[in-house]
């Protein structure tokens, strides 16, 4: 059987073998999520080359101007989002991180994702800090309003936000031996975007202005009280390690938690499919750098320490 288990890793032995020293004799750990770990459950990134949605360039409408000026449009977005997210599953790399937050409580992770994956994982929310929000929460645009909402998974969350749907083959055509009709999500230009008002959109309870989705835009400051938790975490002691996972860390803050973390005493073991995705990969001397699909290359180096996932 352990000849079998051998055959199938994907990381060189021994590199994991001097990963896994190293992880076991690790106390504080700091782990930096980008998109990466979450494209095996199936998600699509809305940055770089391919990132539309309908014919709109997503990152375009991530900002607060593009919701002050449509927010119907925006909103539909977000909709989409929120469904893609909530039909995809957390995937083994989400698993063995919270395992590992389970049993070491110095261990830290900072997300730059908002799709939810890794609380519905159940990493521990004291050890995961969201830089970028979730798509779950919401909070009130009206100036005088405090009002927000969290890990609200209503799909949709309004009626008028359903994700639009056409018959793929009706039923009793022949295509489908079910005799069912078939419905498949439509999220391309086959489908018209609905024009819609603002009183068709999500409405805050308490003031009954406009919400929006609790996610930082383009523009917008990241969470402060975030920021501070994992500025005073990192100033509170050496770090052993430090997991970078799925993202190029190339967007600051989070581009910087690398060398802050080296700075500190930490080793770096980045997790990436592209080594040409990897701000400084040649400065890595003494580190590690595991090229695929986190989704399989996380739970291999953790093994060693959170067992079989």
């Known amino acids: ?19 896994a020293e190293c992880l076991k004799g690790s106390r504080r750990i700091l782990a930096l999520l980008g998109a990466g770990i979450s494209a095996a459950s199936g998600l699509p990134t809305f940055r770089g080359a391919g990132g539309l949605w ?17 927010p119907g449009l925006v909103w539909q977005f977000y909709s989409y ?17 919270a ?18 994956l890794s609380p519905r994982a159940g990493h521990p929310a004291e050890q995961l800090k969201l830089l970028h929000g979730s798509l779950y929460d919401l909070k009130c645009t009206s100036f005088y309003c405090d009002y927000t909402r969290s890990n609200d998974f209503t799909d949709p969350i309004v009626p008028s936000l359903d994700i639009p749907k056409k018959e793929l083959f009706p039923a009793g055509s022949g295509e489908d031996s079910s005799g069912v009709a ?20 999500p409405k805050c309870p308490k003031c009954n202005g406009l919400l929006r989705p ?6 917008e ?19 052993d390690l430090m997991l970078v996972i799925g993202t190029s860390s190339r967007v600051w ?57």
């Open 54 to 70: 309908r014919s709109f360039d997503a990152t375009a409408l991530a900002t607060p101007g593009a919701f002050e000026r449509n």
């Open 221 to 239: 400051a990241l969470p402060k009280d975030t920021l501070n938790y994992v500025d005073e975490w990192i100033e509170s002691g050496p770090i």
């Open 99 to 116: 395992e590992l937050s389970r049993m070491n409580k110095e261990f830290l992770t900072i997300s730059q994702n908002v799709d939810g």
């Open 81 to 97: 989002r929120r469904h893609m997210a909530l039909q995809a599953q957390p995937n083994k790399a989400h698993y063995a991180l």
């Open 253 to 309: 803050p989070a581009a910087g938690y690398t060398d802050i973390a080296r700075n500190h005493g930490a080793r770096v073991a980045v997790i990436n499919m592209d080594p040409n995705d990897v701000a400084g990969r040649n400065s890595m001397k003494g580190d590690w750098f595991f090229q695929g699909d986190a989704s399989v290359i996380v739970p291999e180096i953790l093994e060693s320490v959170v067992g079989e996932i």
């Open 1 to 19: 059987m352990a000849s079998v288990r051998q055959a199938a890793r994907s990381v060189p032995t021994a590199d994991l073998e001097s990963f």
């Open 182 to 201: 078939n419905e498949v999500d439509i999220s391309d230009v086959s489908n018209p975007i609905p024009d819609l008002k603002p009183e068709d959109l």
């Open 214 to 219: 609790g996610v930082v835009w383009f523009g």
